[in-house]
């Protein structure tokens, strides 16, 4: 009874991703993108060449550029330098289930990014693919089943699940990048208060000894000399520095402005 619940539950959501991704291809381009697809040799022996053709044509207007390759799954995409790996059985037979949910989980012990397109055209087809599914102990999501009913279709949703995983990343990037820039000026602002709180030492003379000597921690250990060698500050000024950050004394006194 817990089976016949779970499939068909599972039977349901297949039907309502289908009806999500049926109707003729919208033919979407990604403006200003790029990206490499490579097609495995044996795969595209068994399809028709219409379709590889739409395949080429579909990639060229997205600015992807198609090898074709012997490598184990069906497609590999990189984009934004994201790997996305997929399996696309365009012609599901039930009695050949063994032979693709073996190289699935196969495949999925390879691949970080890993997603497997099937068609399934027939409400009959779906139903055999959940009981194989559930017979070769599948695990939901891992990996993830993208059901489809025209192989156009399935090939443009490979295609915007690649794309969408490199933005995604580039996104994650540069997110990065800008936390680090932050960062970055925080760190800049707080060394700036610090060193110019040695009487007589302005932010040019600050830059100066940042750019020269370098952190806090390395100007506190700079000797005088030091200081005059590498920067344009007056001996008055490379003496003060040096004894302000040196003597608790010294820098503990009350600034007075």
Request: proline share 4%; net charge positive; with cysteine.
């Amino acid at each position: 009874m817990r089976f016949f619940s779970i499939h068909s539950s599972l039977c349901d959501r297949f039907l309502m991703n289908m009806d999500s991704t049926t109707s003729t291809p919208s033919h979407t381009t990604f403006s200003g993108t790029a990206g490499i697809c490579l097609m495995r040799n044996a795969w595209k022996e068994d399809q028709h060449p219409s379709f590889i053709n739409f395949i080429s044509t579909f990639l060229s207007a997205n600015s992807f550029r198609l090898n074709f390759v012997p490598i184990a799954p069906d497609f590999i995409f990189n984009c934004g330098g994201l790997s996305v790996a997929f399996i696309f059985v365009t012609n599901w037979d039930c009695n050949n289930a063994a032979s693709i949910f073996n190289r699935v989980k196969k495949l999925k012990m390879q691949f970080a990014r890993f997603f497997v397109v099937i068609a399934l055209p027939a409400k009959e087809q779906i139903n055999s693919f959940i009981q194989s599914y559930f017979t070769f102990d599948m695990v939901i999501g891992k990996p993830t089943f993208v059901p489809v009913q025209d192989l156009e279709m399935g090939f443009e949703k490979m295609v915007k699940i690649a794309h969408s995983s490199g933005v995604y990343k580039q996104e994650r990037i540069g997110e990065k990048l800008k936390d680090e820039r932050k960062q970055l000026v925080q760190r800049m602002n707080f060394y700036l208060k610090v060193v110019t709180s040695i009487p007589g030492i302005d932010n040019h003379d600050a830059n100066a000894l940042s750019q020269a000597i370098g952190s806090v921690q390395a100007i506190a250990k700079a000797s005088k000399e030091q200081i005059l060698e590498n920067t344009d500050l007056s001996t008055d000024k490379a003496e003060l520095v040096s004894r302000f950050l040196r003597d608790p004394k010294f820098y503990s006194r009350p600034k007075i402005n």
